[in-house]
């Protein structure tokens, strides 16, 4: 990243005072700043005017306005990396995980989304998709013995995880929050592309308890999501959600489960899976696209979970 493109302070309009605000913010370059609205910068103390400006500057730097045509988007190349889950690597329609898109994995303890998680953290790191992950584990569930033992199936070095996987364990929905607003940004300067939130829902459940309180915790998910949908546009970051399932509430329907978070959570990423262990005595399972892009909704995933991630 290059310091004319990451340089706050080379940006008209933003002298001593405004650069010190844009800090204080937690904004770490330009790049960076252009993730941000007008409104977030006011409400930060900044003029509008003065936001206005120096946000449409940032933007223009990172390109973030330039159109694109069919024809470009047909032929723009995303990297993918194999996930080592045999029939996911077969039959979604990248064979793999792509950069820039956020995924969400739903199920029932015990389906093995963790495992999966930490499975896709080393794979990444093997096949040089990126340089560092972020692990961000809101239920205590990280096991380093598990990332060990993923890393020997793969024949990865542990050496090269130890300073190349950095996790978070936030105790509240504002650390988590503030670790995707500001953390995040300066681990893609480090070369993170990769970024894992095991579960995004938990925090927010366990916070705005009651019906009384569900507006809140929509528009508190749907804030959270948005701000990787940036990093996914600015930076081509790739985030893997892990989710919770609940009942479905109506009738003729017992026994069907769906992910927590509601509408907003289910419009806010690009490709949802839900995954199910019928039996949690043996260590078969399988998956289904509940909305994944070129996907048939009645294609399934069979996978098996062992003692160093699925396969």
Request: charged letters at 25%.
């Amino acid at each position: 990243m290059s310091r004319k493109r990451s340089d706050l302070s080379s940006l008209e309009g933003v002298g001593p005072k405004t650069l010190e605000k844009l800090q204080e913010l937690g904004v770490a370059s330009v790049e960076h700043l252009a993730e941000f609205t007008v409104e977030e910068l006011v409400e930060a103390g900044i003029e509008y005017d003065r936001a206005v400006k120096i946000l449409q500057q940032a933007l223009q730097r990172v390109g973030s306005t330039q159109p694109a045509t069919l024809r470009e988007l047909r032929q723009r190349q995303y990297r993918v990396f194999k996930t080592g889950v045999a029939e996911f690597d077969e039959k979604t329609p990248w064979r793999g995980v792509r950069e820039a898109f956020i995924y969400e994995f739903a199920g029932e303890f015990g389906a093995g989304k963790s495992m999966l998680a930490h499975q896709l953290v080393v794979a990444a790191l093997k096949e040089s998709f990126t340089a560092k992950a972020v692990y961000i584990d809101t239920e205590g569930t990280f096991s380093p013995a598990l990332v060990e033992a993923v890393a020997r199936r793969f024949g990865v070095e542990l050496e090269k995880l130890e300073d190349s996987v950095v996790v978070y364990q936030p105790a509240n929905v504002v650390q988590l929050e503030q670790i995707v607003k500001y953390d995040l940004p300066r681990h893609i300067g480090e070369g993170c592309r990769l970024v894992i939130i095991d579960t995004i829902t938990a925090l927010y459940r366990a916070e705005f308890v009651g019906r009384e309180h569900l507006a809140a915790r929509q528009q508190r998910i749907h804030y959270l999501i948005d701000w990787l949908r940036r990093h996914a546009r600015t930076f081509g970051l790739t985030s893997i959600l892990t989710n919770q399932v609940m009942d479905v509430p109506e009738a003729f329907a017992i026994g069907v489960k769906r992910p927590a978070g509601g509408n907003v959570l289910a419009h806010a990423v690009n490709a949802r899976l839900l995954m199910v262990r019928p039996n949690k005595t043996k260590p078969e399972g399988y998956m289904w696209p509940l909305d994944v892009p070129g996907m048939a909704p009645d294609v399934r995933i069979e996978y098996r979970i062992t003692e160093a991630g699925l396969e």
